[in-house]
């Protein structure tokens, strides 16, 4: 059983950084794209990036510059650098993976961007 654990998320004043990780164990095929989305409250789940096992990357556009993809495949791992973050920013970020024709979600970890 495929599982997801996200780490990283914390209160963090605007202007400053964070980095989250998230760790996939149990598939027994490759990953094909891992993302980041996140939710903050009263709002839909949005896609804030991803990136293919070739290295591709999907930024969107009110984080692009300022938020960074990257993984390292050997651990089946996604990483997401957030600079120059902002009050908007908050909200509960989530890991997926593709495997095969499935999607897989973390738990989610909260970032709260806040003076």
């Known amino acids: 059983q495929v599982q997801l654990v996200e780490s990283g998320g914390g209160l963090v004043q605007p202007g400053g950084s964070l980095r989250l990780s998230c760790a996939a164990s149990?598939?027994?095929?490759?990953?094909?794209?891992m993302g980041w989305y996140r939710q903050a409250p009263g709002k839909q789940r949005e896609l804030v990036a991803a990136i293919t096992s070739g290295g591709s990357t999907n930024i969107a556009d009110s984080v692009k510059g300022r938020f960074t993809i990257s993984r390292d495949n050997a651990k089946n791992m996604v990483y997401l650098q957030m600079n120059s973050l902002k009050p908007e920013d908050t909200a509960v970020y989530y890991c997926k993976v593709d495997i095969l024709w499935n999607q897989y979600w973390g738990q989610g970890t909260q970032v709260t961007v806040s003076s």
């Open positions: 149990g598939n027994r095929f490759s990953i094909r794209t």
